[in-house]
């Protein structure tokens, strides 16, 4: 399985976690999201509404090599700022909304602020907007090209982000939050990832599941279409 | 008011605090950073929600004593290489924000007041290195987090069209940019063109920058470079990624031939 | 979501708290209020900073319970009688505020937050009557007035324009019509004109309304009318001084006759 | 003397008050303010800024029937939204506002809620942005186009708006504040009323002062050509 056809997973993954949202976030460095957004409105729920740092509802024809790429705001329906999207998050309004993490834990915390190894700070890029929006917004969506078990740990050293993750979507399998023991389990596993594979590339505990269903003939082409060059694969190599 | 980039950076004294326009590569005052470089700047605080190039390049030169920021990187094309070794290395101290809360602190300064609540994000890290502090709602009898003013003293805007006052007009989006203006004390302005005022009324819906606190315009085409200005030029990605690529001179020649 | 007048008028129930765009006599949705008579709409309460026509004639038929602004009149052509008349007859509550909390009240709507700090205006009458509160500020150890939330179930916004969706654009001043929006649960937009999307996007930069909020699209030509929406039309200067002029009967015949 | 002689001597006094003034506000229903800041702006400041509920800068033709009539914000040189003219003023970046008062006392505050009269409300339009602005300009100028006993008075009924005027101006006479004794007192006296009148018609003591500068014939000019006319006598009638 190439990169390419795991980020069509992922992809087709994120995008049936939208089917009856109403209105979605997505931030910078989302290439995935982005492509993911585009599947859902195209095929699981036309009436999506598609909030970026660059304006509303943006109707791009490619997945651009920046998600604050100029042609995004020239193919949206109104203008919004980045604070107004925050406070419809705070206010409620957001319900979906995508979040990378550079660690992610058993909890759904993200840690994309540093990490100390061996004593020797290493800076990650910081959260951006992650704070409010994991702590406010309905069904937050984490995803994270790569996974392993420094990625996936069983507690993350600094919580840039706290919340509940609805899913958390990953190249070898999708998360779900479990409300009762508070804390993620596997929904569902990857055709081409054994139990025993996950197991060993995740810092916590995980359970045996059904296998990620296949994303359709015509959801590809879509992604295809959308994303011809495959920039998708930025995220997983 | 209008000035040469040399004489608008000279106003600037070492300490002092700055917010810049855009986010990443988007529209953002480049130029008016290669030359805080090339005048030696120190000791700089820089607050943006998202950074990129502009507060990278001012890292690799030490002009800068504090980020704070949400989020300092050049997305796809890799990390803010510069940025994350001065901070590894403790040369810069990185206040780490989320982006709502660089917003909110600009607010609370924009409207004259000393706080204001926001929404509740207390488990993250930060809240409690940045000091953000609880009150009580006086409505609701709940705890209500908060953040506190922080008011730049210069806002250094680059957009797409100023009049010879300093009314600007911005095409797109505006990021924080409107924001900031209100809340800083001084506001500097490098625009892709300087037009008449007659002109810029003309398009008066998209003027939200007044002139009474400009203090400096500056007619600098290609002003983002490498970064992008819609609708007049894209981000150059071949020299986004040459720039990472650069080891110590290559900045240095970097900030020199890379003009103006 | 494009309706007609009265689909979307029915949208209000009776004791709603209601925005309305614009300011006196410019770009308000004059068409809407007479709407809200014609239904016999009850128990409202309107909040808006400076209210005029759409104000006074909601006063003229007992639609309003409850008035929040800091300023209701005809400017320089006179006193808004009905509005005047029904406050000191103890129909409608006047609740008093200044220009400046209503938009706080809004701000702290919009931003999902209980509360916001504002600026000292601690020894006007109306801050006792309704009752805002003191914090301590955290960071400074002072004391800092703060206004609560306020809500609106709908804001009610005359437009120049809109797409089918209801984006809507407006020219010129905004006056709070983007924030009401924001802070807003409901938006009904009413617009001079609906234009196919592809043209509003032509228009981008004056497109602040988002259409996800909007319950109701309704394109009414002169909507605004006695008012004014620019480029469009001026205030009909005669119009206002004859309605300031109407009797009961003849108010009942101008929200008959004034269509919409 | 007639209404536009003496709005004339208003327009002056009140231009002169902004010889040395940054930024001015103006709110609606203020003919007098606004030929007086095109007057200052001509004669007295040509840098003065200007800022309008409708926007920043105008260069109005001629002074309009509603100070939010349409073509002002045609005229303006940005955009300014009505709440950030508050926040201007809560900043401490706006130097002189005009601000009208349908009562004013001797401390400088100013009624425009309502009245009691025999135990009746007298309901007003209520007090717009005053509240605010009249606290945090640095230098509130009041004006009232009728002068008498009833709107000058020695305590006002309600408290609309308070702060400290920089200078009262009226029909009759101009006032200053006196920081000391934290109370108004008369700076000048306009020529075609005597002390006397002017005690009769004030409802606080008086005190005798220089007479009011006559404005120049250059001044009446450049009133009359924003105001051919006569709109501006609306205040005083």
């Known amino acids: ?237 | 008011m209008l000035t040469t980039l040399k004489q608008a950076v000279k106003m600037i004294d070492d300490g002092s605090l700055l917010c810049f326009s855009g986010n990443l590569l988007y529209r953002i005052p480049a130029a008016f950073a290669r030359e805080l470089v090339r005048q030696k700047k120190r000791d700089l605080t820089v607050m943006k929600t998202a950074g990129g190039y502009d507060i990278d390049l001012l890292c690799a030169f030490d002009c800068v004593k504090e980020v704070r920021a949400g989020f300092v990187s050049f997305e796809g094309f890799g990390l803010a290489k510069n940025f994350r070794r001065a901070v590894e290395e403790g040369r810069v101290k990185f206040a780490e924000h989320t982006c709502y809360t660089v917003i909110a602190s600009l607010r609370a300064a924009a409207y004259g007041i000393p706080f204001i609540p926001i929404a509740n994000i207390s488990k993250s890290y930060f809240v409690e290195e940045r000091g953000f502090k609880w009150v009580d709602d006086p409505y609701n009898n709940g705890k209500v987090l908060t953040v506190p003013a922080i008011k730049p003293d210069f806002a250094i805007i680059h957009a797409q069209k100023a009049d010879e006052d300093g009314n600007a007009l911005i095409y797109g989006p505006w990021f924080e940019d409107v924001l900031m203006c209100r809340a800083a004390k001084n506001i500097i302005i490098t625009a892709e063109m300087i037009v008449p005022k007659e002109e810029l009324k003309r398009e008066i819906d998209a003027v939200w920058i007044p002139s009474y606190k400009v203090r400096a315009v500056i007619e600098i085409p290609k002003g983002a470079y490498p970064g992008c200005c819609p609708p007049y030029y894209d981000v150059d990605f071949d020299a986004i990624k040459e720039y990472l690529s650069l080891d110590k001179n290559g900045l240095a020649k970097h900030v020199e031939e890379v003009r103006p």
């Open chain 1, 1 to 237: 399985m190439n990169s390419l056809e795991r980020a069509n997973y992922m992809i087709s993954s994120m995008a049936k976690a939208l089917k009856d949202a109403e209105n979605v976030f997505m931030g910078v460095a989302s290439y995935l999201p982005f492509a993911a957004i585009v599947l859902a409105k195209k095929r699981y729920n036309p009436d999506l509404k598609w909030f970026t740092i660059l304006g509303y509802n943006p109707m791009p024809k490619h997945l651009p090599l920046s998600t604050v790429h100029p042609w995004i705001s020239k193919y949206c329906e109104a203008k919004i700022q980045l604070g107004e999207i925050f406070d419809m998050s705070a206010r409620g309004e957001i319900d979906c909304v995508f979040l990378a993490g550079a660690q992610i834990d058993e909890k759904g915390n993200i840690n994309n602020s540093h990490l100390i190894i061996n004593g020797r700070r290493i800076q990650l890029p910081g959260g951006a907007g992650g704070a409010l929006l994991h702590a406010t917004a309905k069904r937050p969506i984490l995803w994270q090209g790569k996974h392993d078990s420094r990625i996936f740990v069983k507690k993350v050293q600094r919580i840039t982000a706290a919340g509940k993750p609805y899913k958390v979507v990953t190249p070898l399998c999708v998360f779900k939050f479990d409300e009762r023991r508070e804390k993620l389990v596997v929904e569902s596993i990857h055709p081409w990832v054994s139990l025993e594979e996950l197991q060993k590339n995740t810092g916590f505990e995980v359970n045996d599941a059904p296998k990620t269903e296949k994303p359709r003939e015509e959801e590809i082409a879509i992604i295809d279409e959308i994303d011809p060059h495959g920039i998708r694969k930025i995220e997983l190599e």
